[in-house]
T-cell receptor, first 113, second 110 residues
Framework: NAGVTQTPKFQVLKTGQSMTLQCAQDMNHNSMYWYRQDPGMGLRLIYYSASEGTTDKGEVPNGYNVSRLNKREFSLRLESAAPSQTSVYFC????????????FGQGTRLTVV | SQQGEEDPQALSIQEGENATMNCSYKTSINNLQWYRQNSGRGLVHLILIRSNEREKHSGRLRVTLDTSKKSSSLLITASRAADTASYFCATDGGAQKLVFGQGTRLTINP
């Protein structure tokens, strides 16, 4: 049971480059999330998708776009990477209803130089 | 700003002692959850308390929730070296939006 899988695990980008972070879950969860975590900090919500076909902004959406491709997959795109987007990105998924726990991927460490 | 704010930001105690971490939040919630993170890895769910509950236990964990004060606490009893990690609270205010606090870094000294 893979759970939540993120790819890639590591990435170095040059300022201005674009890339897409991929996330897939195999738990048939309705909700999926993208967070970023800066050193010594908590997780900040970038975007989330409460169900297939919907996406909503979180706390720090600027500079990012998302796509809920299907129920399994939720991708995060950086159109023009900036050094301020250097961070660890976590994808998470959650089943139906608000009283459910979130399951996390192992993270993508992104460095923008 | 983030919904949940934990304090203290860092806590260092001796093995065997109890560890208490607090979380405050700003808006109404459906539930509050606590997660643990080891060394920058993905978070792992520990315990969930619903807005109509005041206290919940799971093994060595005890969580309280005071909705009138918009605060929660996580107590880890009889701490072990393996409990060394960062602990985060997360709030769900509805519409599946799950927001985390900044966390407490807990160090258990042998």
């Amino acid at each position: 049971n893979a759970g939540v899988t993120q790819t890639p695990k590591f990435q170095v980008l040059k300022t201005g480059q674009s890339m897409t972070l991929q996330c897939a879950q195999d738990m048939n969860h309705n909700s999926m999330y993208w967070y970023r975590q800066d050193p010594g900090m908590g997780l900040r919500l970038i975007y989330y998708s409460a169900s297939e076909g919907t996406t909503d902004k979180g706390e720090v959406p600027n500079g990012y776009n998302v796509s809920r491709l299907n129920k399994r997959e939720f991708s995060l795109r950086l159109e023009s990477a900036a050094p301020s987007q250097t961070s660890v990105y976590f994808c998470a998924s959650r089943g139906g209803g608000s009283s459910t726990e979130a399951f996390f991927g192992q993270g993508t460490r992104l460095t923008v130089v | 700003s983030q919904q949940g704010e934990e304090d203290p930001q860092a806590l260092s105690i001796q093995e065997g002692e109890n560890a208490t971490m607090n979380c405050s939040y700003k808006t109404s919630i459906n539930n509050l959850q606590w997660y643990r993170q080891n060394s920058g890895r993905g978070l792992v769910h520990l315990i969930l308390i619903r807005s109509n509950e005041r206290e919940k236990h799971s093994g060595r964990l005890r969580v309280t929730l005071d909705t009138s004060k918009k605060s929660s606490s996580l107590l880890i009893t009889a701490s072990r070296a393996a409990d060394t990690a960062s602990y985060f609270c997360a709030t769900d205010g509805g519409a599946q939006k799950l927001v985390f606090g900044q966390g407490t870094r807990l160090t258990i000294n042998p």
